[in-house]
């Protein structure tokens, strides 16, 4: 294993090439109602108030996992929100923003808590049924207009400017989406970003990592369909006509393409997604007359060509090609660590201390018992094995231990306290961390952030620090933890390499890394050796040993025999989902009933 101490590397050619574009996007910006006519401003004011309603999907899509069809219904709603209190109460266009947030933010927030629960297809279906209803509730809106809309909306008021032409709300639309853009992209690199990343990984990943899923999941539903609500108010009071059709189901599916077209991962990518279906459908209505059709029959033959063929040749959408041109975030420079710091664990338990009991365990998935009558005790400080022939309800036991699965018999003691009844995501809280079978990580993200996921718990930046970068100083402190738990895997050299670009063996010591990384007093390994090398597999035990003499304890599910026999003080044999034997790795070896049944009497 290499010890070394880490020099900062600075991205400065990386940061120039950031800072020369944004200067240049800027520049761009404020010059373009000087360069191009008022029809093209009024385009590019559509493009940014339907980037904002994409990027919000791009949250929920892209980085949470969710699908939503409402964001045009959402959208509506900030809309009539906004125009109800300028039209009908005489409020200024400010207070209609107030209400548009705040009507928008109730009704997303008891949709997503009655159908984010649910899981599955519940939420798109939900979504579309919303969208259809929310139509037809403001078509019958007979104060509003109702199928015929309604005009002569207040303009928005900036420093007693009124915002009456396209040129002069141009500025404000695109200085909310830049904000927006900053806002959402700070978001994806904080502690919530990772959340949202872990969660992207399943559920089960998430929870591990002491994150909520649905929590999360609301917190996203609710921040993307403010940004619906920030879109139609910026439309009701710029376009100064809003009709039911303006936020139909047709404009759902629209915003839908963009947040697909635009692409995962890459906030920009809201933004061109946008560009491309608001300027391809003026595009199309340029195109009718001389064509013979009806705009509304070859939009929706050209968008459903296009989604088919992104979704065939390009399902990440365009954010492969805008990371490609775009110079990687520079971040901040990488903590230095001293030649002999490492790692320190706080929560360690006293020798002996029980740490683990296992009574009775069962768990049947219909006629199968996977786990049956199982009993076993761990004492701190120690390295128990857990082995047994394929099937034999290893991981359903780890599942069952780490509250992924709940027992159908017995009980679980964690550090003398019962697990029964604890959701999943509080146990690494409670000083439990595992690594899978089949690892978990996120390939797309660099080592130390997959890393850092496993310090989510011990950290505290909320949805707001994120947003607005008030997180640095947690960050750093935890990006210095995440160095000294790779520099406990050996793996501390290219910190920002892709984990996805590992072979396995080492993606399993990343894993290990995470859980390190939570302050744990028990790891739950599950086939920490598989795929590493000989040399690597000795790397790996030393680390173990290190981790015991620290006071961890640790629990492993390990297939090679020499592996475990060196190392383990306790071995559990289950067949069948019984316990078949107990004890040290000498009696473990020497146990007729083992040789027959699990090492085939080969011994
Ligand atoms: N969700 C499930 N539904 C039905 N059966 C399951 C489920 N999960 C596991 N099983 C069954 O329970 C038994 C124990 O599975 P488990 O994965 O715990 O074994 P294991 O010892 O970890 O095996 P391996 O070494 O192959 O991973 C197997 O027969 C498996 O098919």
Redesign the pocket.
Known sequence: MTMFSTAPITLSHAHLMRTTLILAGTATLLAMPFAISSFSISLLNLVGIYALAALGLTLITGSGGVTSFAQAAFMGIGAYASAYMTLRLGLGAWIGLGAALLVVGACAALMGAVTLHLGGHYLPITTLAWAVAVYMVFGNLTDLGAHSGIGDIAPISLFGLPLDRPDRAFYLVWAVLVLALIGASNLLSSRQGRAISALRGGAVLAQSLGVNPFRVRLLLFVLAAELAAIAGWLFAHTQRFISPSSFDLNVGLQILLMSVLGGIGNVLGAVIGSAAVTLGRNAIQDLLPGLGLNAGTLEIIVFGIVFILLLHYSPRGLSPLIEALLPTRSGETLPTIGQDERLAFSRTTDRDAPVLAVRGLG?R??G?A??DDLSFEMRARSITALI????????????LISGL?IPSSGTVLFLGEPTRGKPAHTMIGSGLSRTF?HVKLRPKVTLLENVMMGAHWRMKAGLFAGLLRLDRREEREFRRVAMLALKEIGMDEDPLALAGNLPLGPQRLLEIARALASDPVLIIL??PAAGLRSQEKQALAKLLRHLRSEGLSILM?E?DMEFVMGLADDIVV?DF?RRLALGKPAEIRNNPRVQEAYLGGAE
């Not at 047994?388 to 599942?399: C, E, I």
Request: charged share 25%; proline share 4%.
């Open positions: 768990k998935f219909g199968l996977a786990v047994g022939p394929n099937g034999a309800g290893k991981s359903t036991t780890f599942d699965k079978q599950d086939e599910v297939h289950l989902g």
